[in-house]
């Protein structure tokens, strides 16, 4: 029988990245970004997922070299936009349990950038792992979140067109207008989403960090949660969320541009993969034009 051990420690690490506090926050904090640095290597059955909210969970697991599998299963216990993240998590080795830890990320602005504070206690399990391994695996982890936040903020961006949806319209009212219809959520509970489908909002906290909570629920009844998080707002010009929900994840872009004496409003989806883009592209591009045919009727009864 193997003997049994349990170490426990604690260790503490300090960055400074050369970004804002809330572009820190959202590589962490969405989907897409974080699985750019964080998920393993890609090899054959690797497999990450992320529902970032308090007591959503986060996922990663696959193979080392083709040889070692590992599993590496979270829970957020604690968010405050832009500035905290507590989460627990565990990890195995070849099915094997190595480590079970809390960790604490915090933010603050330093200078022009951000200081990055992670503190991580961890009760490391029958010498299948130490805490000199774990942080400088976490440090590594941390130099790849440098680089993509190097490679983001240079706006160096990958090609996405194959993972794409557009949708846009000319609107005969001014920016503010159209703005307005999406920034105001009693304006749009009345118009989001596919004909017949209706809203009811729990949470819309319109600004970097913030949730948008909502159930839509469709002609037949069915009712939809959604869940998304909200990364930029620039009033009148662009929103841009990440939209985390069980069913559909994906980053939409909203931009607000005048064109002649009206506004050019674009719904812009960019999804994790081109297969997840196939399988929704049908109905999603139907359901766009639904949406800005009842944006359409809305600003009109609004003008009238």
């Known amino acids: 029988m193997a003997e ?5 420690a604690t260790f503490k690490i300090e960055r400074l990245f050369a970004a804002s506090p809330q572009q820190v926050y959202a590589a962490w904090a969405d989907p897409t970004a974080k699985a750019a640095w964080f998920r393993g290597p890609e090899e054959k059955g690797q497999k990450y997922s992320l529902d970032f909210r308090l007591g959503g969970t986060e996922h ?4 080392v070299n083709g040889k070692v599998a590992y599993t590496y299963d979270a829970v957020i216990q604690n968010i405050v936009p832009n500035e905290r993240i507590v989460y627990s998590y565990h990890m195995t080795i070849d099915g094997k349990p190595i480590s079970v830890s809390l960790s604490t990320l915090e933010l603050s602005p330093e200078c022009t950038g951000t200081k990055l504070r992670y503190t991580e206690t961890g009760a490391f399990l029958d010498g299948l792992d130490k805490v000199e391994y774990r942080e400088h695996g976490t440090k590594e982890l941390l130099d790849k979140l440098n680089g993509e936040l190097e490679r983001r903020t240079a706006g160096a961006t990958p090609d996405t067109s194959n993972r794409e949806i557009v949708s846009s319209r000319v609107f005969d009212v001014p920016v503010e207008t159209v703005y307005a219809a999406f920034a105001d959520p009693e304006q749009l509970k009345h118009w989001w989403g596919p004909k017949g489908f209706t809203n009811v909002f729990e949470t819309f906290d319109l600004k970097p960090g913030g949730e948008w909570r909502f159930t839509m629920r469709g002609p037949d009844g069915r009712d939809f949660p959604n869940y998304s998080v909200f990364r930029e707002i620039v009033k009148n010009e662009r929103v841009v969320f990440d939209h985390v929900g069980t069913i559909h994840r994906f980053e939409m872009r ?25 399988a929704v592209e049908r109905y999603i591009i139907e359901g766009n034009t639904e949406n800005l045919d009842r944006l359409g009727a809305a600003l009109q009864r609004s003008a009238a």
């Not at 049994?4 to 426990?8: E, L, P, Q, W």
């Not at 990663?60 to 193979?63: D, V």
């Not at 909203?254 to 081109?274: A, I, K, N, Q, Y």
């Open 4 to 8: 049994r051990s349990i170490a426990h």
């Open 60 to 63: 990663s697991s696959g193979q």
């Open 254 to 278: 909203l931009s607000f541009v005048p064109e002649g004496r009206g506004t050019r409003f674009t719904m812009h989806l960019v999804f994790d993969s081109p297969a997840e883009r196939a």
